[in-house]
Nanobody, 124 residues
Framework: QVQLVESGGGLVQAGGSLRLSCAAS????????MGWFRQAPGKEREFVAG????????DYVDSVKGRFTISRDNARNTLYLQMNSLKPEDTAVYYC?????????????????WGQGTQVTVSS
């Protein structure tokens, strides 16, 4: 079992940047597929970005491609989401997740472990 704690959220102006972190504990995250999700008020939680075990394979929802970058430091048991050129529509609670996938598999669904979330607010 792995526990996940997100940090790095906050208030930023449109066009700005934030870097989210997700610290994993309990077990190494090196053998988990990892991902970021977000949930805006009144909307369903949506997949944002995912990473396979090594971080070499990643996937993004179309709306963040070219602006967001997911990365992982397995030695530090930490997952990151670098968010650039932020837009008001990126405002949401962002969640980190871990799931069981094969070594080169990026998951868009089926995650098992979730963090509590961190709020990101982008003002116009």
């Amino acid at each position: 079992q792995v526990q996940l704690v997100e940090s790095g959220g906050g208030l930023v102006q449109a066009g700005g940047s934030l870097r989210l972190s997700c610290a994993a504990s309990g077990r190494t995250m090196a053998t988990y597929a990892m991902g970021w999700f977000r949930q805006a008020p009144g909307k369903e939680r949506e997949f944002v970005a995912g990473s396979a075990w090594s971080g070499d394979k990643t996937d993004y929802v179309d709306s963040v491609k070219g602006r967001f970058t997911i990365s992982r430091d397995n030695a530090r048991n930490t997952l990151y989401l670098q968010m650039n050129s932020l837009k008001p529509e990126d405002t949401a609670v962002y969640y980190c997740a871990a799931g069981y996938g094969s070594i080169f598999e990026v998951l868009r669904r089926g995650y098992t472990f979730w963090g509590q979330g961190t709020q990101v607010t982008v003002s116009s």
